[in-house]
């Protein structure tokens, strides 16, 4: 019998005020403004010393730039020292996070490393100098004095802190990150590196150069010396050898072994709605694809096609129509038609490490014609992640996903079973990026899926710890358990192949499925 429920009418003058107990809501200092004063007056004395030091035309219009790190207590946005960097003339130009072991915290128990932010901040020489007579007018109780009391640690930014590494004695090409001026319309910093760069010896790519945020990244080349005196350039913020592209992992083949298979009678996939797009080495001038082919363009077309890379664009955009194809067996139906277009080619594959800025700047067009709400991307730097600082490719990337309008998937690489305890096993750059799905690869398409063996492991870099973000299959050797995809040819011919390259595709594959049966509704951010 079914249970009778009664209404009751004007049920909230039943009701009434119940105050909650009194608390106090101001967090306990840390530090006192006297311990913070003693902590301090000498880290602003050495700093203000270092900035002395350094030549006039590193420090454009006199302004240096040092290093601010919080107390890992007092991280969270509300204690963003407004109140002091204002009153004590400095600005804050970037920020990451950085690992220490602070002196005291306000959690139970000793002091154990943590991460916390450190911020950049700029002023003129002449603010750094005051910063110690500063601290001991501070007023007691003030914004100014919480703010100093919130501080660990205050350093200067040394010239060697800005080298990741020189490279090898005969590198001679290094990409630079520069921070920026807010608001600086007038490219004031710009100008200034480029007129030091040349007092140096080094020279600098500024045609191939990105910016993204408050940072300016760019190619230059030069000598190790020279370098050495480009990193006292105040603004700088990073340098390190310029890496090369990703090589395409080896083709797996059987040999002399043909695979056939039939592709989808229905030549309209699920839905034409979704614009979706492949970054990757081109297509063949003969596949069977072509009914779901969209649009094949090719970004430099004075650039002859990369054999290798032809191959490796197929089986990609292969892997995102169909997903894994059974050996004799009807491939599924395509969610959606695709674009391809090449960014890699035999350029590419030169010897010319500015290439890799070139190829930058072609993924970076795509981005911003918001032609797609979906995209791949297969390829990046051969390079893991870096905790300390962000790369150009992820900075760029990052910044033009920031609408949440493109869901952009990137796979991790190939270098798991690389050395981990360098961390050359940790997912390559742009997988790091937060606003775009880095994928890795499983080994198996049931319940029995583990890691493969090939595809980079987390962490990644802070607040991207977790990564990769999602797993899809991407074949496995050492079980014959390949990812199949279609391979060059009018007539459909499966080549076995493995990789996070296509297990990239595969899940964007899925993702795009979602939208077609759901329609426009679902956003790709929902997605």
Known sequence: MSQTNFLIGRGELLTHEIKGPK?????????????????????????????????????????????????????????????????????SVGSRAVKLT??????????????????????????????????????????????????ERFSAFEPKDRIVSLGKVKDRFFEVGVHLLPGDGDQFVQRAFAK????????????????????????????HDNVKRLAEFSFVRVIRPMPKLRGMRPVQ????VTVACNLPTEQQPLSSEPKVAILDGGLPKRHSIAPWVRTYRVLDENAADDPGGLEHGLGVTSAF?????????????????????????????????????????????????????????????????????????????????SDGDTLMTVAVGNNGEMDRSVGNARVQVPSDCVNALSVGAADNVDATWARAAYSAIGPGRSPGVVKP???????????????????????????????TSFASPYLLRNAVGVRAILGADLSPLAI
Request: proline share 6%.
């Open 23 to 91: 608390r106090g809501m101001e967090k306990a200092e840390v530090y006192t403004l006297q311990q913070a004063r003693s902590r301090l007056t000498p880290q602003f004395a050495e700093v203000a010393e270092s900035l002395d030091s350094l030549p006039r035309g590193a420090c454009p219009g006199d302004l240096g730039v040092a290093r601010l790190t919080l107390n890992p207590s007092y991280i969270a946005r509300s204690f963003f020292p407004v109140a002091m960097l204002r009153d004590a003339g400095l600005e």
């Open 102 to 151: 602070p002196e005291a915290w306000s959690k139970k128990g000793p002091p154990r490393e943590s991460t916390t932010t450190e911020l950049f901040v700029v002023g003129r020489r002449q603010a750094f100098r005051q910063l110690k007579d500063w601290a001991g007018k501070v007023e007691e109780g003030s914004n100014e004095a919480k703010d100093l009391s919130h501080i």
């Open 196 to 223: 030091y760069a040349a007092e140096v010896g080094v020279t600098i790519h500024t045609d191939l150069a990105f910016s993204a945020g408050n940072l300016w990244f760019l190619p230059v080349e030069g000598k």
């Open 253 to 256: 083949r059987s040999a002399g």
């Open 321 to 401: 129509l169909f997903g894994p194809i059974a050996p004799n067996s009807t491939a599924a139906r395509p969610y959606s038609y695709v674009d391809h277009l090449r960014v890699l080619d035999r350029e590419t594959d030169s010897e010319d490490p500015l290439e890799l800025y070139r190829t930058l700047g072609f993924v970076e067009e795509v981005l911003l014609s918001r032609q797609y709400q979906f995209i791949n991307l297969s390829l990046g730097p051969d390079l893991p992640i870096d905790d300390t600082d962000v790369h150009a490719w992820t900075s760029v990337i990052d910044d033009l996903l």
């Open 469 to 499: 973000d999602l797993m899809a299959f991407g074949g496995d050797a050492s079980n014959s358990k390949y990812f199949h995809v279609l391979g060059e040819g009018a007539k459909p011919t499966l080549v076995p192949q493995l990789g």
